[in-house]
């Protein structure tokens, strides 16, 4: 099967079966390749319906998004019926009614450290359409380590980039890679992403376009890979240049994947004698405003039973028996009647059991029922 | 005098799209200096391409008049 195509595909597939460097042979790579595309958004949306379209045999898609009213505006995959869906099961849906021979594997999840090399181990090409740099430096990084050629592109407002990273060429010799060209992620204040900063939504089609030619080359050996050049597009003066880069000298090393969001300075370690706080007001407003955060009590059974405001009641004494009650992936708030209780408890959790998402609610119930109002 | 072609956040913390420097520059080390002088936010973007007539520079690679020079910092959206 792997090695022959059927008259519908023959059919499906015979402008490029005509084109010249291409033909079968290229047509059957397609077929036998497997890309994992990374982020289903903007880019991800050109990205994938041009491989689907194209007869890429195997594609994984992994996102842990939603589809949100907001995203219609450039990520052409989705319509006003995929609203609300998770992405990557209304882009299954329309990636297979456009290839059915195509087979999907889909990730459902954030792209970590723990699971990168797990998941992109076994794909040929890794195409990054995500939306921040520590994912960046992670896909780049894993790639790295795992050998496998990394077909980058990034937007912003009106301009776009699109390299292939860690490409071994025709001689074996392997080209140089993100940290190349970027060693060092900019500090969070000087990356403004798509929400913050715009983008024009075709920009997005253009870009995830190009990207989506250069896996086809990858794959399928035909014409020059964008190895060793970084092509930039600014489409306000519909200008492109493309700037060629060596590897560093000296290199940089990539022995093993690191924590990201700390390279890239999105949560700075706290010192040990450092809590961060949260008041009542802005309390108040994440839980009527229904965010997912977890709230702890860690007063005495006696003193919740009298006065409380929702929390878990994981008393402080009793708090390294329930570690496992407490959540490392969102914000969690701990209580006690001043505050005082609470600071020791999420010292100990950070310094022990390195929590970072961990706050202490100012000035404890007391404060609440000054400010808020009578706790139930 | 040398013009500079300014890509992403670099157009924002200039204020345009081009710039020319109204002093002369000897070399990369020299222009980064002059921007971080001029616009302080320059020194917080630690990593910056700077592309002399497309091709990668490094600290040390010598300016023109007539050369081309693009600064072109990381973007990270998709």
Same mark, same amino acid.
């Given at each position: 099967m792997n090695n022959s195509f059927t008259k519908e595909e023959l059919i499906r597939y015979s402008r490029h079966l005509i084109l010249p460097e291409f033909g079968e042979p290229g047509q059957l790579k397609l077929k036998k390749a497997k890309v994992l595309v990374v982020g289903a958004g903007g880019l991800g949306a050109p990205l994938l319906l041009y491989l689907t379209a194209a007869g890429v045999g195997t594609l994984g898609i992994i996102d842990f998004d939603e589809v949100e009213l907001s995203n219609l505006q450039r990520q052409v995959l989705y319509g006003q019926e995929s609203l609300g869906q998770p992405k990557i099961k209304a882009a299954v849906e329309r990636l297979t009614a456009l290839n059915p021979h195509i087979q999907f594997n889909l990730y459902q999840e954030k792209l970590t450290s723990a699971n990168a090399l797990e998941i992109l181990k076994g794909y040929d090409v890794v195409a990054d359409g995500t939306d921040n740099f520590p994912t960046r430096y992670l896909v780049n990084d894993a790639c790295v380590l795992l050998g496998i050629p990394n077909v980058y592109a990034s937007i912003y407002r009106y301009e776009g980039q699109v390299a292939v990273f860690n490409y071994t060429?025709?001689?074996?010799?392997?080209?140089? %890679?993100?940290?190349? *060209?970027?060693?060092?992620?900019?500090?969070?204040?000087?990356?403004?992403?798509?929400?913050?900063?715009?983008?024009?939504?075709?920009?997005?089609?253009?870009?995830?376009?190009?990207?989506?030619? +250069?896996?086809?080359?990858?794959?399928?050996? /035909?014409?020059?890979?964008?190895?060793?050049? *970084?092509?930039?597009?600014? /489409?306000?003066?519909?200008?492109?240049?493309?700037?060629?880069?060596?590897?560093?000298?000296?290199?940089?090393?990539?022995? +093993?994947?690191?924590?990201?969001?700390?390279?890239?300075?999105? %949560?700075?370690? *706290?010192?040990?004698?450092?809590?961060?706080?949260?008041?009542?007001?802005?309390?108040?407003?994440? *839980?009527?405003?229904?965010?997912?955060?977890?709230?702890?009590?860690?007063?005495?059974?006696?003193?919740?039973?009298?006065?409380?405001?929702?929390?878990?009641?994981?008393?402080?004494?009793?708090?390294?028996?329930?570690?496992?009650?407490?959540?490392?992936?969102?914000?969690?708030?701990?209580?006690?009647?001043?505050?005082?209780?609470?600071?020791?408890?999420?010292?100990?959790?950070?310094?022990?059991?390195?929590? /970072?998402?961990?706050? %202490?609610?100012?000035?404890?119930?007391?404060?609440w029922a000054n400010e808020i109002g009578k706790p139930g | 005098m040398v013009t500079v072609k300014l890509f992403g956040i670099a157009k924002e913390i200039v204020g345009g799209s081009t710039l020319t420097l109204d002093s002369p520059v000897a070399n990369v080390e020299e222009l980064l200096h002059y921007l971080r002088e001029r616009y302080p936010e320059f020194a917080k973007l630690t990593s910056l391409l700077i592309a002399v007539n497309d091709e990668y520079a490094r600290p040390a690679t010598v300016i023109h008049d007539t050369d081309e020079i693009a600064v072109i910092p990381p973007v990270s959206g998709g």
């Open positions: 060429g025709k001689n074996g010799n392997r080209g140089p %890679n993100y940290r190349d *060209l970027y060693p060092t992620p900019p500090p969070p204040e000087m990356v403004p992403n798509c929400a913050e900063g715009g983008v024009l939504g075709v920009l997005a089609g253009i870009v995830g376009s190009m990207q989506a030619s +250069e896996v086809i080359k990858v794959i399928t050996g /035909t014409g020059t890979v964008l190895s060793g050049r *970084l092509l930039i597009i600014d /489409t306000l003066s519909m200008e492109t240049r493309t700037v060629k880069y060596p590897k560093a000298s000296p290199g940089h090393e990539i022995k +093993e994947l690191i924590d990201y969001e700390e390279f890239c300075g999105m %949560n700075k370690s *706290l010192s040990p004698f450092e809590v961060k706080e949260i008041s009542v007001q802005e309390l108040n407003t994440l *839980l009527k405003t229904g965010q997912d955060i977890q709230l702890i009590d860690v007063r005495t059974a006696f003193e919740h039973h009298i006065a409380n405001i929702g929390g878990d009641l994981i008393p402080l004494e009793d708090i390294v028996n329930q570690i496992d009650q407490i959540s490392r992936d969102k914000q969690v708030v701990l209580y006690c009647k001043v505050g005082i209780r609470s600071t020791e408890a999420i010292l100990h959790l950070q310094n022990v059991y390195n929590f /970072t998402n961990l706050y %202490n609610l100012t000035g404890g119930i007391s404060a | -």
